[in-house]
């Protein structure tokens, strides 16, 4: 089996490789098996339309193979063999210096103008594809959670009021059942949610619930952000809903979130009042290291982690000067207080790849150190230990 790359402008096929097991596919690849490769192979020209290979008409102009002459080279045989005088050779050389750059100049220019091409063609074509489909809710919000009943309700009214049309929840086998909680909000929002018990044994708890959510759910929504219980969006512009800032965006299978980080404020125990209340201070430890996305599903593959995956020269991201900050960014209340933190630590990690130390605390609360008592723990991993 081989994969063709092929230009969607032309249709030419502009190379081919052989399908490995180690080979990165994405759903809208083009695979063509062994015995249809051999003229390819031979060197002939194709296109490929309508799902076929054909032969392009007539012969491939071959340009004669020149030697390239370095500037030293093409002086010393105008010199030589022309017999030019020095003026005239240096006058030469720099004539040949300044059309080579304007040849290299307008190549660029030709492959920059043939990139927006074909990025206009593929955003048409989604645009087409896009217009056909009929979905529940414009925009969703993803969550995995396990014992984390304190924090819920404030995260699910702060989101729905964004305007987000409806929440799933992937309850990681809660003590206390994530049930308990949405049962107490209004019938209006309980409608908007969506409980999924998810405590099996998994390989990679989160991702797999992600690509559970594509496989079951990515067919009832067009926009998604996958996030955490101690992550808020926030829109920093005026459009205030959700909604709206992502219609601008629809030409975009991504729009990259920046994170703005919390610490404890100083706090050593939990106390009854809402995160966002409780902690304002913000630090920049981890400042540009962590971003999560708002993704249209239904363009994507599967996930990676936390990471949506898919073939970026058919889906493009959008990410301005400013990381996209002057749209949106994600609130991170990362340690919450030192109490808080320890919890989070025993309660064990979702991600087998990413494992919370004890000590983190510290790094994101100096001003706390006189707690440290040079003990630490890691996270462990569900079940799997």
């Known amino acids: ?16 490789s052989k399908v490995l097991e180690s080979t990165v596919l994405y759903k809208e690849d083009i695979l063509i098996e062994d015995e249809k490769m051999s003229q390819i192979m031979a060197g002939k020209r194709y296109v490929f339309q309508d799902g076929e290979i054909r032969e392009l008409q007539g012969k ?14 093409y002086f010393m045989r105008l010199m030589v063999d ?23 100049t307008e190549a660029q220019e030709a492959q920059r103008a043939h990139e927006e091409q074909v ?24 969550m995995v959670i396990k014992n984390e009943n304190r924090y819920l309700r404030e995260w699910i009214e702060w ?13 990681n086998g809660s003590v206390e059942k994530v049930t308990d909680v949405i049962h107490e909000l209004s019938e209006d929002m309980q409608q908007k949610i969506t ?3 998810w405590k099996e044994s998994y390989e990679n708890l989160q991702e797999e619930a992600y690509n559970h959510f594509l496989e079951q759910h990515k067919k009832d929504v067009r926009w998604g952000v996958f996030i955490d219980s101690d992550e808020f969006v926030r829109i920093t512009n005026d459009v205030q809903n959700v909604n709206t800032l992502l219609e601008a965006m629809e030409d975009y299978t ?5 994170f703005v980080e919390y610490n404890a404020n100083g706090q050593e125990t939990y106390t009854d009042a809402p995160v966002r209340e409780r902690f304002t201070r913000t630090t920049d430890v981890c400042s540009a290291l962590y971003h999560k996305n708002f993704i249209q599903v239904n363009h994507i593959d599967n996930f990676k982690r936390h990471y949506a995956n898919y073939n970026p020269k058919k889906y493009f991201v959008f990410r301005n000067e400013e990381d996209n900050k002057n749209m949106f960014v994600i609130d991170h209340y990362y340690t919450k207080s030192w109490e808080e933190w320890q919890q989070k630590i025993k309660r064990g990690s979702s991600d087998p790849g990413y494992r919370k130390q004890l000590k983190e605390f510290f790094v994101y609360n100096p001003d706390m150190k006189y707690l440290d008592r040079g003990e630490d723990v890691v996270q462990g991993y569900e079940d799997h230990e």
């Open 195 to 197: 409980v999924i018990e």
């Open 119 to 142: 990025k206009q063609f593929y955003i048409q074509k989604n645009r087409e594809n896009d217009a056909n489909r009929n979905t529940k809710y414009y925009s969703a919000v993803v």
């Open 60 to 73: 491939a102009k071959m340009a004669a193979p020149r030697k390239h002459e370095t500037e030293y080279e």
């Open 82 to 104: 022309e017999e030019l005088d020095m003026a005239q050779a240096r006058l030469a050389v720099k004539q040949r210096r300044a059309e080579e750059e304007a040849r290299k």
């Open 254 to 258: 991504e729009v990259y979130g920046s």
């Open 1 to 16: 089996m081989y994969k063709l790359e092929i230009d969607p402008i032309s249709c030419k096929i502009l190379s081919f």
């Open 159 to 171: 989101h729905l009021a964004l305007g987000f049309a409806h929440i799933y929840l992937y309850d």
